[in-house]
């Protein structure tokens, strides 16, 4: 199946700064990302839908200000969580693929401390 | 908003046993996915349901739409060792593209 890579795969941040994670679409090009939060033991929460060439959408409750989505190219979709917080540790993991299976990413583990 | 509900949370089987969970929609869905994803790693996808009523066999997993195509089931024949990790269903809906919401999974433990 297609491959979605996602980097970094893990990271740990000072609380205040920034942090960037790539997803990249690697053998298909993907207009549309998807963007989720899971909390250890919890289910996928979507962010937001990341849409190339246009705004993202976010999902209800999520800080657009915060998570800033990037969708430049066809390929690459990108998410930074602007002055981390440790309440923003969490396992954050990108998909794409709309009319059939979604590919995931690896996941990042961001860790705020 | 719309929700997928999953039970159980938890299932912990002997080996050799069968296992179930199930997943319920708040409103009718266009297609259902369902996903394992074992301790660590980013959620696999196994299959997807679209016609009312479909059923489909993997080997010894099988996976039911129901008709009014707001739930759905995953059953597991004799549970192996390999068979851990947590099961998510994950639902489409009419007219919002790619849109996946996700229950909230059922970690499945297999004691050998």
């Known amino acids: 199946g297609a491959v979605v890579s996602q980097h970094p795969s893990r990271v740990i941040c000072k609380s205040g700064t920034s942090v960037k994670i790539e997803c990249r679409s690697l053998d298909f090009q993907a207009t549309t990302m998807f963007w989720y939060r899971q909390f250890p033991k919890q289910s996928l929460m979507l962010m937001a839908t990341s849409n190339e060439g246009s705004k993202a959408t976010y999902e209800q409750g999520v800080e657009k200000d915060k998570f800033l989505i990037n969708h430049a190219s066809l390929t690459l979709s990108t998410l930074t969580v602007t002055s981390a917080h440790p309440e923003d540790s969490s396992f954050y993991i990108c998909?794409?693929?709309?009319?059939?299976?979604?590919?995931f990413g690896q996941g990042t583990r961001l860790t705020v401390v | 908003g719309q929700q997928v509900m999953q039970i159980p949370q938890y299932q912990h089987v002997q080996e050799g046993e069968d296992f179930t969970t199930y997943c319920n929609s708040s409103t009718t869905l266009s297609n259902i996915q369902w996903y394992k994803q074992r301790p660590g790693g980013h959620p696999v996808f196994l299959i997807q349901?679209?016609?009312?009523?479909e059923v489909k066999k993997q080997k010894r997993l099988t996976f039911q739409f129901g008709e009014a195509k707001k739930n759905s089931s995953l059953h597991i024949t004799a549970t192996q060792t390999t068979d851990v990790g947590t099961y998510f269903c994950?639902?489409?809906?009419?007219?919002?593209?790619?849109?996946?919401?996700f229950g909230q999974g059922t970690e499945l433990s297999v004691k050998p």
């Open positions: 998909s794409a693929g709309v009319f059939t299976e979604a590919f």
């Open positions: 994950a639902g489409r809906l009419y007219n919002q593209g790619g849109k996946l919401i």
């Open positions: 349901l679209v016609k009312s009523g």
